[in-house]
């Protein structure tokens, strides 16, 4: 049996990114420390069962990003479940945090919307039907 046990996402300011995380999801750092040589990788808990890991580049990598947008090929984005989607939308929006959909409302009554997250990462907020 197998289940997802983290999303990992590449930084060039790892520490700053999983701040941006805990500032705006409730992320909780668990560990920072350094798992490949010469590289940092900070693991939080976004209160689920799948981890988030931001790490730092292996010297000689590439600083090309792909930007955060719908429909790309490979991994598009990954989503965090909320309670209240038009407050936090609200909250991104007085924060400048790039908006890259608004609230939709979804067959099954489900809502969800797309900001744009450090290190051009796509994150779907999603608000399961009530």
Do not use: C
């Not at 990992?8 to 992320?27: D, L």
């Not at 668990?30 to 939080?44: C, F, N, R, W």
């Not at 209240?84 to 609200?90: F, P």
């Amino acid at each position: 049996m197998y289940s997802i046990n983290h999303v990992h996402v590449r930084s060039e300011h790892p520490e700053q990114s999983a701040e941006w995380y805990k500032k705006y999801f409730n992320a909780e750092i668990l560990s920072s420390k350094e798992v490949i040589p010469g590289t940092i990788t900070i693991t939080l808990d976004t209160g689920g069962p799948v981890r988030l890991n931001i790490s730092s580049q292996p010297k000689g990598s590439s600083p090309d990003t792909t930007p955060a947008i719908l429909n790309k090929l490979g991994l598009e984005h990954f989503g965090f479940q909320t309670s209240d989607i038009e407050s936090d939308i609200n909250k991104f929006n007085k924060e400048n945090i790039p908006v890259v959909m608004n609230v939709t409302s979804i067959p099954g009554g489900a809502k969800i919307a797309f900001i744009e997250g450090p290190d051009n990462v796509l994150i779907e907020l999603v608000q399961p039907p009530s």
